[in-house]
């Protein structure tokens, strides 16, 4: 079974700032994608960016960006400019490649905007 | 983007009473919904899996009988909670793939559950 490992429940950053969310991994799997999720305080689920394992290079979606190393199944958010709307709780998740099977998400991260 | 749906926001009901909760895809066909439950400052867990016209799969430890999950239609998949008890209080959310390998998710908007 996959398992999903956030390993910091809580962050803090300060407006304007760089904030990385750490998130790791474990699957026999070699074909998989990996998902950031943000979810407000509406708890929305927010698709924040997406990574296919096969693809070497890093998403990027604006200020966000990843930092896949496959090898170490670590899967790193990197959100640059920290903006207020920010806030929220970030959740990694993890799912096969073929669309049978639902996501598998790690416990999140509360990401705290000090102004 | 795609849409789904997801009815009531939130319900009340008392112990030992039914609840539906309705899970629809309002511009696309869904052929496989996922529901989750996610309890207060936690985690989102799969409770089950349903593919249109068959059977859903449920994750080990949830209970079928108690959570009736039906997907009778392309756009419509439906999570009955029977006999709720306080325990069954919960967020419970559901979502849709759609695309070519149903590689595309969408998420519903959330039902919180309170059983008094």
């Known amino acids: 079974a996959q398992t999903v490992t956030q390993s910091q429940p809580e962050m803090s950053v300060q407006e304007a700032e760089t904030v990385t969310l750490s998130c790791t991994y474990d699957?026999?799997?070699?074909?998989?994608?990996l998902f950031w999720y943000k979810q407000p305080p509406s708890r929305q689920m927010i698709l924040v960016i997406r990574q296919e394992a096969y693809k070497q290079q890093n998403a990027t979606e604006n200020r966000f960006s990843v930092n896949f190393q496959k090898a170490a199944k670590s899967f790193s958010l990197k959100i640059s400019d920290s903006q207020l709307g920010d806030a929220a709780m970030y959740f990694c998740a993890y799912r096969t490649r073929g669309g049978a099977d639902g996501l598998t998400f790690g416990k999140g991260t509360h990401l705290i905007i000090q102004p | 983007g795609a849409v789904v749906s997801q009815h009531p926001s939130w319900v009340i009901c008392k112990s030992g009473t039914s609840v539906k909760i309705e899970c629809r895809s309002l511009d696309f066909q869904a052929t496989t919904m996922f529901w989750y439950r996610q309890f207060p400052k936690q985690s989102l867990m799969l409770m089950a899996t349903s593919n249109e016209g068959s059977k859903a799969t449920y994750e080990q430890g949830v209970e079928k009988d108690k959570f009736l999950i039906n997907h009778a239609s392309l756009t419509l998949s439906t999570l009955t909670v029977t006999s709720a008890h306080p325990e069954d209080s919960s967020f419970y959310i559901c979502?849709?793939?759609?695309?070519?390998?149903?590689?595309?998710?969408?998420f519903g908007s959330g039902t919180q559950l309170s059983v008094l």
């Open positions: 979502s849709a793939s759609s695309g070519v390998g149903n590689e595309k998710l969408f």
């Open positions: 699957t026999s799997e070699s074909d998989y994608y």
